[in-house]
């Protein structure tokens, strides 16, 4: 049977994969949820926007005649993987989570964990800081109950409405970004904390390298939990579940 996945994407991990299925002749398609506005280019087809609900992707799967599908997106989409575990049950097609490791403490980091952004509004409690939010645009809005401190925003696109915390400025840039950036980044605005979503990989790790370098804490926000299926953390081996080569972790 050739195979036709669908790869559930906006990530560097699913960047890298497209890539590889394009550079071997897969069929493919690529989608994303629609949240960026100038998502990168890509080998592979693309399609933007939601499926409505796992039901919806189930019916997607069905008519397109998908084979497998690669979750390759974001550790903190937990909506979007579950409904691709329920659709890919009640489909029988494959799923694969494509899932990028989570960081670690290292002996130079001061992280105060939290299980999530309740958590993490919680723990900016107290006096006026100087805090890197580097969270993306999502969850701007439930930080305004901390409206003592400056926040620094790093953004993919530019704010279409007034941003609504109080006293914050947005820079707009698309990484990867590096250390030595990041660490300039932070003197320059004088950052005291930063608060992060423990997103793993390398793609996003200049910051958390940067505030160890500055010996900054960081509130790191934990994954959701999502319902068990099979991983992968390489393209090697979601290639290898493909049936070109080691194979993923089991549940």
Not at 86 to 108: G, K, M
Not at 224 to 240: C, E, K, M
Request: glycine share 8%; aromatic share 4%.
């Amino acid at each position: 049977m050739t195979a036709n996945l669908l790869v559930l994407g906006g990530t560097t991990e699913a960047s890298a994969l497209a890539q590889a299925l394009a550079d071997r002749g897969v069929r493919a398609c690529l989608s994303y949820a629609g949240r960026t506005q100038t998502p990168r280019a890509q080998p592979l087809p693309i399609r933007i926007g939601g499926f409505g609900g796992p039901d919806g992707l189930a019916q997607y799967l069905r008519e397109n005649a998908i084979t497998h599908l690669v979750d390759a997106t974001h550790p903190f989409a937990a909506q979007m993987s579950g409904h691709a575990v329920l659709a890919a049950a009640a489909t029988n097609v494959p799923l694969l989570a494509f899932e990028r490791p989570a960081w670690r403490a290292e002996p130079d980091d001061s992280w105060h964990d939290v299980p999530d952004m309740a958590g993490a509004v919680a723990a900016l409690r107290g006096p006026a800081e100087r805090v890197f939010l580097a969270l993306g645009r999502m969850h701007l809005a439930a930080f305004a109950a901390q409206p003592q401190h400056t926040y620094l925003l790093r953004l993919v696109d530019a704010p279409t409405a007034p941003l609504p915390l109080p006293n914050a400025h947005a820079i707009i840039a698309r990484g990867p970004f590096d250390i030595q950036g990041d660490i300039a980044l932070m003197k320059a605005h004088r950052i005291t904390k930063l608060v992060a979503k423990n997103a793993g990989g390398h793609g996003a790790a200049a910051k958390i390298a940067a505030a160890r370098a500055l010996r900054l804490p960081i509130v790191m926000i934990a994954r959701p939990a999502i319902a068990p299926r099979p991983t992968a953390d390489s393209v090697d081996q979601v290639l290898a579940w493909l049936g070109h080569g080691a194979s993923p972790r089991g549940v």
